[in-house]
């Protein structure tokens, strides 16, 4: 099995100053790692994924996650934050190999103020 | 291309009723998911179809809670009957091919009084 934690349930930041939610999973098997975005009274929308290949990946919005297979963490971040940006995130997991259901983390609510 | 879409969007019901869940995912996706995250909570998985087949039903409540998708098209996920604890967003989503990134409906946001 697999499970997500997301060490801060808020964040907040003023805008244009950089940011970084963290993510920290646990898993036996390999997995592919996902942060999601939902803004208020929207579905989830996809930010960035990994997996495999080079472990920064770059998303929409200019955020940014590195997969560190040795901390188990997959943190996002951004240099420089937007009102728009406020938001909840989701940090979530898969197994590879099939039965791709999502393992979600409990979110973290990022509040950018002016 | 539309995107994955749930109704209705909201839904207040007292306990004891039924209530029916719809899902269209996006066309031609065979992988369809239905998760629910109660208030406070982390979002969880309920099922998964694959066409018209359940694949993995492990996150399902209790027998509450029937989902289908005939055809191998839209889903419905019905609860009779509802109780409290039903209360929570239902999402919806869907995929092309296991392994790709899921698309995400807007959700059904069910209160159960």
């Known amino acids: 099995a697999q499970s997500v934690t997301q060490l801060d349930s808020q964040v907040p930041v003023f805008e244009e100053a950089p940011v970084e939610l963290r993510c920290n999973y646990s898993?036996?098997?390999?997995?592919?790692l996902f942060w999601y975005v939902q803004y208020p009274n929207q579905g989830l929308q996809l930010l960035l994924k990994?997996?495999?290949?080079?472990?920064l990946v770059k998303g929409i919005n200019g955020f940014e996650a590195e997969f560190n297979k040795s901390q188990t963490s997959f943190h996002l971040r951004k240099p420089s934050v937007h009102i728009s940006d406020t938001a909840e995130y989701f940090c979530?997991?898969?197994?590879?190999?099939?039965?791709?259901?999502?393992?979600f983390g409990t979110g973290t609510q990022l509040k950018v103020e002016l | 291309e539309a995107g994955v879409t749930q109704f209705p969007s909201h839904s207040v019901i007292e306990k004891g009723q039924t209530v029916t869940l719809r899902c269209d995912p996006i066309s031609g996706h065979d992988n369809l998911y239905w998760y629910r995250r109660v208030m406070g909570k982390e979002i969880k998985f309920l099922l998964h179809f694959v066409k018209e087949s359940k694949q993995d039903e492990s996150g399902m409540p209790n027998n509450r809670f029937l989902a289908e998708r005939t055809g191998g098209t839209y889903s419905t996920l019905k609860v009779q009957p509802a109780e409290l604890e039903d209360s929570g967003v239902y999402f919806c989503?869907?995929?092309?091919?296991?392994?790709?990134?899921?698309?995400f409906g807007d959700g059904t946001r069910l209160s159960i009084l």
């Open positions: 898993s036996s098997v390999s997995v592919y």
């Open positions: 979530a997991v898969s197994r590879t190999g099939g039965g791709n259901k999502l393992t």
């Open positions: 989503a869907s995929s092309l091919l296991e392994g790709q990134p899921q698309h």
């Open positions: 990994y997996l495999s290949g080079s472990t």
